[in-house]
């Protein structure tokens, strides 16, 4: 515990907490930080006087319950389970320099750290060391905010669309598009695909990249949590639906093409693997250009007209019903 609050207490400028990483490279080789001497533990009741406006909300915040329930230990207690111990900061009559952790100081890795002494088990489904988020110096703090959150629960700064779209503004115009998912709208969050501290690489198609989406139970997408009817097992399988993924041929945000389809014409969907230089396991181009079956005719090309059941089927190996 004291080695972690010495860390946090590395006397660095202060910046707002953003990807800032020359900032963070740099304070690899800061010199090693000096807790303020003589401090020890004074209780939350101490910071009461000159943080009036921080105590009165403090009961709201789940943080609290170390207070109200008197069983942990000072370092895991209150205000000083974050900041430290008080005690230089109350003789000195407040200071910056003179709290361990004061979080206006510190580098974004040094703010990660000083939550997951509590938070770590939090992560199980999640990878918050090696995320996108983490890895680009995002910190809990850019996210959460402690004492001004927009909610008491889960303690997010602003509400959940609002705070991803402050750095995502790109995001927002695809869940306007014609078909889309309603995060807009209210009905769904970002969260329900993706985990904001990361993910693990999931085993359906997402290639290198987790993209920080979330896994439904046993590695499926999280897709299958609401769209449970396309979760199978099937005893006709399409496996493109379970390998390469729901995002083959659906963009999961919006799309200008009706249900949320990755291209305007399914047929072009489709030849992504059933031509000759598919990379389907089997070269299904040839058949498709027989007197039987032949795109080349306009009948053909509405491929979901005959093949109803392309996510799978329990009646018919071509997914014809
Ligand atoms: C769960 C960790 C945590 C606890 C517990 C906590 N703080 Fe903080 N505090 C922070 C963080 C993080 C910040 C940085 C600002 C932010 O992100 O909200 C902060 C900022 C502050 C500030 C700077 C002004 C401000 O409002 O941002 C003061 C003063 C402060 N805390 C006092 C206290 C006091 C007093 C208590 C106990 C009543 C307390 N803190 C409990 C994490 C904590
Ligand atoms: C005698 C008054 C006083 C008491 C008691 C006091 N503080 Fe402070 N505190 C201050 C003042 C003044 C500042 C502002 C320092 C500045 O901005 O330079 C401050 C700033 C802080 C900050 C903000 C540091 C930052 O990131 O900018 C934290 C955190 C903090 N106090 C925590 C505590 C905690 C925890 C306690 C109780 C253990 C406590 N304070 C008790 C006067 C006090
Ligand atoms: C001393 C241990 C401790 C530290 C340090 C700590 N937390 Fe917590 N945190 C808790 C506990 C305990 C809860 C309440 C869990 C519960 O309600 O069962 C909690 C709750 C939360 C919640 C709300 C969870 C929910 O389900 O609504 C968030 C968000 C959170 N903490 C973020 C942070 C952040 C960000 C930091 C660092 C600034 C931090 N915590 C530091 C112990 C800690
Ligand atoms: C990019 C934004 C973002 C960052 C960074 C972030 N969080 Fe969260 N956090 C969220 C959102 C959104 C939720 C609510 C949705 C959810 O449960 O995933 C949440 C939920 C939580 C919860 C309650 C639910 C749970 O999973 O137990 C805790 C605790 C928490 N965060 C702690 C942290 C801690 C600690 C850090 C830093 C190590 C952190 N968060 C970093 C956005 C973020
Ligand atoms: C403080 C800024 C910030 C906030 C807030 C934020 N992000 Fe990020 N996010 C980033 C940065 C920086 C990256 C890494 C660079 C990149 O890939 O864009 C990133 C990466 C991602 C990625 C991975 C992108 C990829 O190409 O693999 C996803 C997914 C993501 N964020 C989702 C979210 C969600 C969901 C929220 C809201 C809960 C959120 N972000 C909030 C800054 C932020
Ligand atoms: C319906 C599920 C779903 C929802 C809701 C969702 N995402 Fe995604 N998102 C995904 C999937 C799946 C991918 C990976 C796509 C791929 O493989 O190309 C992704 C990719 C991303 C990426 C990286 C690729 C890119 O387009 O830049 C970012 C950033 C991102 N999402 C942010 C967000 C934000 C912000 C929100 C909320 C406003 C959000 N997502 C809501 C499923 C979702
Ligand atoms: C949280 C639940 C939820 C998750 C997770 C989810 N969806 Fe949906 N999806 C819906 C709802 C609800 C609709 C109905 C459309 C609406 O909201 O108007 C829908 C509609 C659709 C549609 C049809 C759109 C139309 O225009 O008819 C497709 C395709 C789709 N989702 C694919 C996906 C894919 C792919 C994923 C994973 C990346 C996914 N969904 C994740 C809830 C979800
Ligand atoms: C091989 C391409 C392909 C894959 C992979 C795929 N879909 Fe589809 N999906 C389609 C096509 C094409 C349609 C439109 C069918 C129509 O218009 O009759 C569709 C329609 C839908 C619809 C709306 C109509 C309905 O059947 O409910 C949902 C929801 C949907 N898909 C979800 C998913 C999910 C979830 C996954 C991943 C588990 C997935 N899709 C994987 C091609 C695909
Ligand atoms: C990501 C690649 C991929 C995409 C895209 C794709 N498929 Fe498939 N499809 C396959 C694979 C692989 C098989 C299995 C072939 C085998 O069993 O030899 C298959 C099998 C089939 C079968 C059954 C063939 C058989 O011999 O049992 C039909 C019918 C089919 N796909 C139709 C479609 C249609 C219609 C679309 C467009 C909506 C489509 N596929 C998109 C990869 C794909
Ligand atoms: C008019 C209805 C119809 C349309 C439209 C149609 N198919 Fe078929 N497809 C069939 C039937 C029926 C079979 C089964 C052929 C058989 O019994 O040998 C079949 C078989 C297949 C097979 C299995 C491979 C084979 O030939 O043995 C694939 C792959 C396939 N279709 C893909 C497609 C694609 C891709 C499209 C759109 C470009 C499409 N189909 C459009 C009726 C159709």
């Avoid at 889960?154 to 869940?175: M, N, P, T, V």
Wanted: charged share 15%; with cysteine.
């Amino acid at each position: 515990m004291s080695s972690i609050i010495r860390s946090m207490a590395r006397p660095v400028a202060a910046f707002a907490f953003f990807p800032v990483l020359a900032v963070m490279a740099q304070s690899q080789t800061a010199p090693p930080p000096a807790v303020p001497s003589g401090s020890a533990f004074v209780g939350s009741n101490a910071c009461k006087t000159c943080h009036a406006d921080v105590w009165q909300n403090f009961y709201k915040n789940p943080h609290y319950k170390s207070v109200a329930s008197g069983m942990e230990p000072p370092e895991r207690t209150g205000c000083e389970s974050c900041h430290g111990p008080g005690q230089a900061h109350v003789a000195a009559s407040g200071g910056k320099t003179t709290i361990p952790r004061a979080f206006s100081l510190m580098q974004p890795k040094q703010a990660i750290e000083a939550c997951l002494t509590c938070h770590e088990n939090n992560f199980d489904k999640a990878n918050i060391r090696r995320s996108e988020h983490t890895q680009n110096g995002i910190a809990c703090t850019s996210c959460h905010s402690i004492h001004h959150p927009a909610s008491t629960k889960q303690l997010l700064a602003k509400k959940e669309s609002d705070l991803c779209y402050g750095c995502h503004a790109g995001i927002r115009a695809q869940f306007e598009m014609p078909s889309r998912h309603r995060v807009n709208e209210g009905f769904m969050q970002c969260s329900d695909c993706h985990n904001p501290h990361g993910s693990f690489a999931a085993t359906w198609g997402m290639g290198q990249r987790s993209h920080m989406v979330e896994q439904a139970l046993g590695n499926q997408s999280p897709c299958l949590k609401c769209h449970v009817d396309k979760r199978g097992p099937f005893v006709y399988e399409h496996p493109s639906v379970a390998v390469e993924g729901c995002q083959i041929c659906h963009s999961p945000h919006g799309s200008t093409n009706a249900k949320l389809l990755a291209r305007p014409v399914v047929l072009t969907l489709c030849l992504q693997c059933h031509n000759a230089g598919g990379s389907g396991t089997r070269n299904l181009g040839v058949d498709l250009q027989t007197s039987r079956h032949n795109l080349l005719d306009p009948k053909y090309q509405k491929c979901t007209t005959c093949h109803v059941r392309l996510h799978g089927s329990n009646a018919d190996q071509y997914f014809l019903r």
